[in-house]
């Protein structure tokens, strides 16, 4: 029974997870579980150093430093892990597995994320490359700072992930808000929802949080319920951008909740549009949503016009991009 086909196994992803896609759906088509697929495309995704968001080589917080975070569930029976802030250590989604698999926890933070990592066989691994360190570097002369600046370090974290207000005609400005002000730039996650062939639906999230942040800051990726959920009865959600919005909306448990009460799968985005809206969020901040449910069906959404997602099914070569939904 075990191996019985019961789903064309399907993935979605934020639109940096190509890489990952391709690998995760070669090991669905070898018979993985969604569980294995979204770790490990998370993986090929976190070790890449030019993905400046996500794992090895992301742009580190005010002080220099790389902070990760990642959580990873499980939609067959409700068990999730979590790190955040956890440096000197790669792979936060694998530490993220490790804490839903052997701890009694769902999140561990800093300190003791790194020491059950070392509990757990991980060596330690910089995650800072001189190009992120360069790109860290140049922000502070773009906005005429500098790494010691003698400004408090709210301050200063506050002026480099800011938006800038163009002032001119700015096309990427976002509408409804004041003209000149672009989506910020200092954002960028990974997201994966897997549906294997036995119909298990899995999720996982990623991410080196937002570039230039206060130390100790921790974002929506590895709040479960609020950057990521799944529940293989009504389907799996993640989201990526301003990660505050979603921790105060719980917006991917609050979708799956919309599913639950029978919204079709758009209906269902589009509420959980309408709750980030209520928040009334401040310039350039915004927030995008991925969701994929038991029987395939798969939807992003975004409340910034123009943004994409990635899909993927066993029965297609490449993974292809697909209009979220703005409204
Ligand atoms: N949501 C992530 C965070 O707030 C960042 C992102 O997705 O861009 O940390």
Redesign the pocket.
């Given at each position: 029974m075990t191996n019985r086909q019961t789903a064309i196994p399907t993935i979605v992803a934020?639109e940096n997870g190509r890489r990952g896609a391709r690998a995760a759906m070669e090991l669905l088509i070898n018979g993985g579980s969604a569980l294995d697929a979204a770790e490990l495309a998370c993986r090929v995704v976190e070790d890449d150093p030019a993905e400046h968001?996500v794992g090895y080589g992301g742009i580190p917080n005010a002080l220099g430093e790389v902070e990760l975070?990642a959580s990873i569930m499980d939609g067959r029976t409700l068990q999730a892990g979590a790190v955040a802030a956890v440096r000197g250590y790669g792979n936060p989604i694998t530490l993220a597995r490790r804490v839903m698999e052997r701890s009694p926890h769902v999140l561990l933070v800093g300190r003791g994320a790194e020491r059950f990592a070392a509990e757990m066989g991980q060596s330690r691994a910089d995650q800072q490359t001189e190009e992120a360190m360069q790109r860290w570097l140049t922000r502070f002369d773009e906005r005429g700072l500098s790494p010691d600046a003698p400004i408090p370090l709210r301050e200063l974290a506050a002026r480099l992930t800011g938006p800038i207000n163009l002032h001119d005609r700015n096309e990427d400005a976002i509408p409804g808000q004041p003209m000149g002000v672009k989506p910020l730039d200092m954002?960028?996650?990974v997201n994966f929802l897997v549906l294997d062939s036995r119909g298990a639906l899995a999720s996982a999230v990623s991410?080196s949080?937002?570039g230039w942040?206060y130390p100790g800051?921790?974002?929506?990726?590895p709040l479960i319920g609020a950057?990521n959920y799944c529940d293989n009865h009504y389907g799996a959600v993640a989201?990526?951008?301003?990660?505050?919005l979603?921790i105060r909306a719980a917006t991917a448990r609050s979708l799956i909740l919309y599913l639950r009460q029978g919204l079709s799968l758009h209906d269902a985005g589009r509420k959980a549009l309408a709750d980030l809206a209520r928040l009334d969020p401040g310039p350039g901040q915004y927030m995008?949503i991925v969701a994929l449910t038991p029987r395939g069906e798969h939807a992003g959404f975004t409340t910034v016009p123009g943004k994409r997602y990635l899909y993927m099914t066993a029965e297609m070569e490449e993974p292809a991009l697909a209009e979220r939904v703005a409204e």
């Open positions: 934020s968001t975070d954002l960028g996650t991410t949080g937002i942040k800051r921790v974002g929506d990726s950057g989201c990526t951008g301003m990660g505050e979603a995008n």
